[in-house]
């Protein structure tokens, strides 16, 4: 397992933009497959996006977020990104980093969790 620590959330207006950072310890970082989910007040927690360890084209996407987020990570500062653009006010959530080792960008099976950050979208 790797430790991952969250930052870049706040509040943003409708139609902005964010950058959420996940800082993962450890140096098998770039053997993890990294991925973002989002929980709402009263909703499940649910799939955003996943890069595979492999990088490049390998990603997944919740059909809720194509188009408007991007996930990317930099192996050398063991980081993953999310990059969110034309914010909804239903992309309020406190979200979450995971990771998981060697597999698929699948919304499974992560066993390594962040403690999460607050984005809120303003209408």
């Known amino acids: 397992q790797v430790q991952l620590v969250e930052s870049g959330g706040g509040l943003v207006q409708a139609g902005g933009s964010l950058r959420l950072s996940c800082a993962a310890s450890?140096?098998?970082?770039?053997?993890?497959?990294m991925g973002w989910f989002r929980q709402a007040p009263g909703k499940e927690r649910e799939f955003v996006a996943a890069?595979?360890?492999?990088?490049?084209?390998?990603?997944n996407y919740a059909d809720s977020v194509k188009g408007r987020f991007t996930i990317s990570r930099d192996n050398a500062k063991s980081t993953a990104y999310l990059q969110m653009s034309s914010l909804k006010p239903e992309d309020t959530a406190v979200y979450y980093c995971?990771?998981?080792?060697?597999?698929?960008?699948?919304?499974?099976?992560?066993?390594?969790w962040g403690q999460g950050t607050q984005v809120t979208v303003s209408s």
């Open positions: 450890g140096r098998t970082f770039s053997s993890h497959t």
């Open positions: 995971a990771a998981k080792r060697n597999t698929p960008p699948s919304p499974y099976a992560y066993d390594s």
């Open positions: 890069l595979s360890w492999s990088g490049g084209d390998n990603t």
